[in-house]
């Protein structure tokens, strides 16, 4: 993420908020499911759109139209970018539910810097996250010791991290309003 935590922008943040809500989305949808049957975890981590809807809400409400980056929907481009079992599903979940633990990173830079930006989705507040991680972690090995194909895992995660990496980017984006 291109934040500058000494000077924050409001733009740059709605901008960033709006591509974590596609990147989030797209990955909830892509292994909620098999999350949940494959590793009976609890799938808060990866259940945080709602939390990016407020603060992008409270964000969009902080900025006249003019100055408020467009946000991109996740349509074609991105719903084909996820694709695989069960292994690389439990890959993509991994590295989303990884990223709410950083998030709480992000949460303190934000308070440090006395922004005042809305900050729910990165803090974190109400979700126990170190049980919850634990709980994650330790269904994601007996995950790993049932036969399952690490490799795959690993090409799942890999996927996931450039699906990210261009969403905040903007490569491969198409202009329009988020869903």
């Known amino acids: 993420m291109r934040l500058d935590f000494s000077r924050p922008d409001a733009a740059e943040y709605l901008a960033v908020l709006n591509g974590l809500l596609i990147f989030h989305t797209a990955v909830a949808e892509f292994s909620r499911e098999t999350v949940a049957r494959e590793l009976g975890a609890d799938t808060a981590l990866l259940n945080r759109t709602e939390a990016l809807r407020a603060d992008v809400g409270l964000m969009s409400a902080r900025l006249p139209a003019a100055e408020q980056v467009q946000p991109f929907h996740h349509g074609p481009v991105f719903a084909n970018r996820l694709r695989g079992g069960r292994e690389e599903k439990i890959g993509a979940a991994y590295v989303a539910a990884g990223s709410v633990l950083g998030g709480r990173v992000i949460a303190a830079n934000l308070a440090a810097s ?26 994601l090995d007996v995950f790993g010791e049932s036969g399952a194909d690490s490799g795959r895992v690993i090409a799942g995660a890999l996927a996931t991290y450039a699906l990210i990496r261009d969403i905040l980017n903007r490569t491969d984006a198409s202009p329009g309003p988020v869903r």
């Open 114 to 139: 006395g922004c005042g930006f809305p900050r729910t989705f990165f803090a974190s507040d109400g979700l126990d996250l170190g049980r919850r991680w634990r709980q994650f972690k330790t269904a």
